[in-house]
């Protein structure tokens, strides 16, 4: 159910049929799927609807930049098929660094834009004053939901969720008994996938009689290993080489780019005998960064793509609204992928308890939240 007010939070199917086909995801209701554009039943896509030529849709990145590969691009990709399905106009704005933010917010609102995208927990304060000195303009903001304003509409994820099956599947796939994960920087939009992770490693353990390590987080203090950077891509290479040195044969890296730098390292690491796998976050990574794909057990998604070209084809047809979306694995917000090459590494067995996994989790008899969950 989606919150009624912006509140603040404290900041996660399965194979083959999951995650992409959730295009339809609604973002003012509690789980129906608004038609997809072009379709019948509310609102014309761009070529009937006169307002499309003159909509101009925005966008600004954190400083991971809009070829992260991971939620920086899948929300750019989003903006892209709003351009190409609804026939409006866009404009994108690139961030280097946090000094960015608020001149590069101040461009779009000079340009006129009627919704400008923010893509990331960083931006909330920049997006808050932005959003407070153009009233007339709308905003969505996506992994923040601290802004309480009539045009400002968070986009947030439960990532627990998914993470919690990565953290299972992950568990049952290791050989040496150990699993990693590592952060970008310690704020709740990444340690909400480390936490689903952990709890997912644990229910494994629990049900199947094991005891796979997790290293690298600890949910109970909330401590962990962090590169204290989205921004420089050998940090990532340098934590993962820690983590595989310490045993984990699987890590999963939450932090934007800096998962190329574990794919890197993982791929090096193989190279001199080790069976190491990957684990991507935000998008489904064999289908963002196919560099890695001989090594990527699975990816976390949140389908922030499809958040965006509703979003926005919502204001186009005069149905903004502040109230804050909620993706879960019940309304297709976030997911597990597909195993892709590696789908004979994971047991039939698994497969099954996955899926009764997902099962239990939207209807709450098994319990995947994190202190960072947005409620």
């Not at 608004?34 to 039943?41: D, T, Y």
């Not at 304060?125 to 407070?132: F, V």
């Not at 994820?157 to 568990?171: E, H, I, R």
């Not at 952990?198 to 353990?205: E, Q």
């Amino acid at each position: 159910m989606l919150l009624n007010t912006a509140k603040t939070v404290k900041r996660g199917a399965l194979v083959g049929t999951i995650a992409v086909s959730a295009a339809a995801l609604l973002l003012t209701g509690c789980g129906e799927a608004p038609p997809a554009p072009g379709g019948s039943g509310g609102g014309e896509t761009g070529t009937e609807n006169p307002a499309a030529a003159s909509f101009l849709g925005c966008i600004v990145s954190d400083s991971g930049g809009f070829d992260d590969q991971s939620f920086n691009q899948s929300s750019y990709d989003g903006l892209k098929k709003a351009e190409a399905d609804l026939g409006i106009k866009i404009k994108e704005a690139q961030s280097k660094d946090s000094g960015d933010y608020v001149p590069n917010l101040a461009q779009m609102a000079s340009a006129g834009c009627n919704l400008t995208v923010t893509v990331g927990f960083l931006l909330a304060d920049a997006t808050k004053e932005a959003a407070a000195d153009n009233l007339d303009l709308h905003y969505a903001i996506i992994d923040d939901n601290t802004i309480d304003a009539p045009n400002v509409k968070p986009v947030v994820y439960d990532t627990a969720q998914a993470a919690f099956m990565a953290g299972y599947v992950a568990a049952s796939v290791s050989k040496t008994g150990k699993v990693g994960t590592f952060g970008g920087l310690n704020i709740p939009t990444v340690t909400i996938f480390m936490d689903g992770f952990a709890d997912g490693v644990k229910y494994f353990n629990e049900k199947q009689g094991k005891d796979v390590q997790l290293i690298g987080w600890n949910k109970e203090t909330q401590q962990g290993s962090f590169a204290n950077t989205f921004e420089i891509i050998q940090e990532g290479t340098k934590v993962t080489n820690n983590l595989i040195s310490e045993g984990a044969d699987v890590v999963m890296p939450v932090a934007g780019p800096l998962g190329k730098g574990s794919g890197d390292a993982i791929l090096a690491a193989n190279k001199d005998g080790k069976d190491v796998k990957l684990v991507w976050v935000d998008s489904d990574g064999f289908l963002t960064a196919p560099t890695y794909k001989d090594i990527l057990l699975t990816s976390v998604i949140k389908t922030m793509g499809e958040a965006v070209e509703t979003v926005i084809k919502e204001d186009l047809d005069g149905k903004f609204d502040p109230t804050p979306y909620i993706g879960t694995l019940d309304n297709g917000g976030v997911a597990l992928a597909p195993f892709h090459d590696l789908d004979s590494a994971v047991s039939a067995d698994t497969k099954t308890q996955l899926e009764e996994i997902k099962k239990g989790i939207i209807d709450g008899s098994i319990k995947a939240d994190s202190p960072a969950s947005p409620k």
